[in-house]
């Protein structure tokens, strides 16, 4: 059993009230949390609000090596993030290697890297100079969801603090693991005391008393769209800066000039990594009627070969959802699917599995067919392992079907013209694309969404002018 505690001023502290944190895969209590009220939160933003004036004070270049220092010693750590983002989450250990462990290191080192080359700007004038420098924005408050935890908060909390910022920080309540881990890296390495400071609890408790303090001048947040509202009804009115980092329905593309041999692992992994629980996840599968048929056949046959089952085995290629109650509404939707018409071609049942596993949150990767494009299952998002597939006869058919959602993450096209893709691609209203590939990463590029899937742009320049303060000094010579 870990105990888990908050980590506030430098120090880890106990709270009044505490949650269970459960393993997903067998329903054993792992770990208790701290369930933080808002004296907690008040005091982790006092500390915070302490810590300014001198890590604001360092240079850039200071700071950078803070983050350096941490991704070195998250890296000594990755086995042990790997073990517990998959005990927390449920997930298959090759996929929490091989995307969280990694990725949380790699947001360390990249930002300590990327942030050399954000200087001051200088644009001149014929009798004046205008320098345009960057400052912090104040104390950060840092919310992220429990799909990729260390991954995403990671991504918020090292381009905050290189900025001068100082952090409060809410890993969802359910995989607190590895933001307890990233707590103990910061005291080991000995980052001074409440530069980061990480509380544990309900959203609707210690994140909404991070949102709604009145010292807290920024809130990066990613999660569901509906929480997203709240976040901002609270948040806009009192003028934060605000980055929302929202839910998705991804259109996945298939044109007839594709090579599907290479294609369909692809589009699987694009419906299917962690179980369908990624943001990004290809949900709707829109399909060029001309290969309609030998489409379904080899997709059909590679899905139904995933091995769903124990997350701590390297043969598993899905594992639990995050909660048995994730689980019931994704279920929800099959059942709803079926009410809408759709026909069930591959899973869309629990997987029989020994003890202690039967008792976890599994479903089998879920395959549905013959569902209008405009249908509740078809342009909501799920969140789970479910994909909807429809045919198109045109590309504009298919354009026009990507953009019939109120989201608009991402989405991504497979041909073997990539010029016919790009102009494609173009047309979808989202804030990403990829073609011929998926979640194919350089963090140096805009990462964002449009309509209902978020306000604000994160990644690379991005990231580094959210949580920075431009001011321009124009001085007349
Ligand atoms: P969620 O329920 O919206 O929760 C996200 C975070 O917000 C959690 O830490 C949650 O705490 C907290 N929260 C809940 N109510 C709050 C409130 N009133 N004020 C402040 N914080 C509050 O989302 P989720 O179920 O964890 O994650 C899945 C969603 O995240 C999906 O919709 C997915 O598409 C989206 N997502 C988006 C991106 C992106 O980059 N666009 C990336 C990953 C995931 P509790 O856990 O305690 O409720």
């Known amino acids: 059993m870990i105990l888990v505690r908050n980590y506030v001023n430098g120090i880890f502290v106990d709270s009044k009230e505490t949650i269970e944190d459960i393993n997903p895969a067998t329903s054993e209590v792992i770990a208790t949390i701290p369930r933080s009220n808002s004296d907690d939160v008040n005091e982790a933003v ?4 302490k810590a300014r004036d001198n890590w ?4 850039l270049d200071e700071r950078r090596k803070w983050l350096e220092k941490i991704a070195n010693a998250l890296e000594a750590r990755s086995g042990e993030i790997a073990k517990l983002e998959s005990l927390d989450t449920g997930k298959p250990i090759k996929i929490a290697r091989a995307v969280d462990a990694s990725r949380s290191v790699a947001n360390f080192r990249f930002f300590a890297e990327f942030s050399k080359d954000f200087h001051e700007q200088k644009f001149l004038m014929e009798d004046a100079t205008n320098h345009v420098i960057f400052k912090p924005v104040g104390i950060a408050g840092l919310i992220t969801p429990w799909n990729l935890p260390l991954y995403l908060l990671s991504w918020k909390i090292a381009p905050a603090i290189v900025m001068g910022n100082t952090v409060v920080a809410k890993p969802s309540e359910l995989t607190p693991l590895t933001a307890n881990l990233l707590a103990e890296v910061l005291d080991e390495v000995g980052l001074p005391a409440g530069v980061v400071n990480i509380v544990h ?3 609707h408790e210690t994140g909404q008393a991070i949102v709604s303090h009145p010292k807290v001048n920024l809130i990066s947040f990613t999660g569901g769209t509906i929480t997203g509202k ?3 009804e ?5 003028f934060k800066k605000l980055s929302l980092e929202l839910g998705g329905k991804n259109a996945t593309i298939v044109l007839d000039d594709v090579d599907l041999d290479s294609a369909i692992p692809e589009i699987a992994r694009s419906g299917f990594l962690n179980q369908g629980q990624v943001c990004l996840c290809g949900s709707r599968i829109l399909v060029s009627d001309k290969i309609w048929n030998d489409f379904l056949e080899k997709f059909i046959g590679h899905v139904s070969n995933m091995k769903v089952g124990d997350p701590s085995s390297d043969d598993s290629d899905l594992g639990a959802l995050v909660s048995l109650s994730h689980r019931d509404k994704v279920e929800s939707y099959i059942h709803l699917a079926e009410r809408e018409g759709g026909e069930i071609l591959c899973g ?3 997987p029989s599995l020994e003890s202690p596993f039967d008792k976890g949150s599994f479903l089998e990767p879920t395959i549905v067919s013959n569902l209008d494009y405009q249908s509740r299952t078809a342009t909501e998002e799920i969140f789970g392992p479910v994909v909807t597939l429809h045919k198109f006869e045109k590309d504009e058919d298919a354009v026009e079907m990507a953009n019939c959602t109120d989201y608009g993450l991402a989405g991504s096209v497979w041909t073997s013209d990539s010029a016919r893709g790009k102009s494609l691609a173009e047309k979808i209203e989202t804030g990403m694309v990829w073609i011929n ?4 990463r350089d963090l140096r590029v805009p990462f964002g969404g449009v309509k209902s899937s978020g306000v604000g742009t994160e990644g690379g320049r991005w990231s580094l002018s959210f949580f920075s303060q431009p001011v321009n000094i124009c001085i007349k010579e």
Do not use: E
Request: glycine share 12%; proline share 4%.
């Open 230 to 232: 709240k976040v901002a």
């Open 234 to 238: 609270t948040a806009a009115p009192m």
């Open 201 to 203: 609890g309900f959203g």
């Open 437 to 440: 590939t998926w979640l194919h």
């Open 56 to 59: 604001s004070s360092l240079s």
């Open 46 to 49: 006092l500390a915070a609000d």
């Open 348 to 350: 869309g049942k629990r």
